[in-house]
């Protein structure tokens, strides 16, 4: 891996973490793209950047984690626990997963979902809960049910938890921000997980390319967590839903 593929997964990971487009599976299909090898080195790069972009989370909603915010996090975490008992029981089964095949046909199916769910399933926005500390422990135990599709490479963390979000009568901004929360304490273990199993590859002969994955990683993340509460006040989850399916019959054309 040289600086350019530093750069470019950077990007990448900044980019689509947080949409409903499935983070893991546009890295495992730049990395096959550009040649990267899965090494004990490119995993500890994909630690260092998904790390980046939790702390995007937390410099974007800094009020959220304060003391007086106990109870939404008591959903969060809820919310969390159904992927991290399916993820740590099955992990070997889940690896045995990852292909840019199965990758391309989990695009597919979760544009189809988007876009179903989008026209026949939506209440009103206007009756649908807008302010993410107002979700209700069942509504948060129902996302996190959902969430655990996220573990098929190329459903997309954002876009399982999201779909539940909506289903369960939140907004689309407040199934997006939860979302957002949610990733610390899912991307948080995973992150803790893999730095104890790759620790030995953070060594100097590597720093300059962790260091530039890292510091575009948390840019990029920063600025789509914005911009894309920005674009949900006027669009819907749509485009991303054909973009999954457009994305995926190109994918399919390839394996």
């Known amino acids: 891996m040289n600086i350019f593929d530093a750069i470019i997964l950077g990007i990448i990971?900044?980019?689509?973490?947080?949409?409903?487009v499935s983070s893991t599976g546009h890295l495992i299909v730049a990395s096959q793209f550009l040649g990267i090898e899965q090494t004990n080195v490119s995993k500890a790069f994909e630690v260092i950047i998904q790390s980046?972009?939790?702390?995007a989370v937390f410099f974007n909603y800094k009020d959220k984690f304060k003391v007086e915010k106990f109870d939404l996090w008591v959903k969060v975490i809820l919310a969390f626990i159904p992927i991290g008992a399916v993820g740590f029981i099955f992990s070997h089964q889940i690896k045995a997963l990852f292909s840019v095949e199965i990758v391309a046909w989990m695009f597919i199916i979760g544009g189809v979902i988007f876009?179903?769910?989008?026209?026949?399933?939506?209440?009103?926005e206007k009756t649908a809960i807008d302010d993410v500390e107002k979700i209700t422990i069942?509504?948060?135990?129902?996302?996190?049910?959902?969430?655990?599709?996220?573990?098929?490479?190329?459903?997309s963390r954002a876009g399982s938890t999201i779909i539940g979000g909506l289903l369960v009568g939140l907004s689309r901004k407040a199934s997006a921000e939860?979302?957002?929360?949610?990733?610390?304490?899912?991307?948080?273990?995973?992150?803790g997980y893999d730095i104890l199993k790759h620790?030995?590859?953070?060594d100097a002969d590597h720093l300059l390319n962790l260091g530039i994955g890292f510091f575009v990683s948390f840019?990029?993340?920063?600025?789509?967590?914005?911009?894309?509460?920005?674009?949900?006040?006027?669009?819907t989850f749509v485009p991303f839903g054909i973009y999954r399916i457009i994305l995926g019959i190109i994918l399919l054309n390839f394996v």
């Open 52 to 55: 980046a972009a939790i702390l």
């Open 13 to 20: 990971e900044g980019f689509t973490e947080f949409l409903p």
């Open 219 to 235: 840019i990029v993340a920063y600025f789509t967590i914005k911009l894309f509460l920005v674009f949900l006040q006027r669009f």
């Open 115 to 124: 876009i179903f769910v989008e026209k026949f399933f939506l209440k009103d």
């Open 199 to 202: 620790y030995k590859e953070f």
């Open 138 to 155: 069942k509504q948060s135990l129902w996302i996190g049910f959902a969430q655990i599709f996220a573990l098929i490479p190329g459903t």
């Open 178 to 191: 939860f979302s957002f929360l949610l990733a610390f304490p899912v991307m948080g273990a995973v992150t």
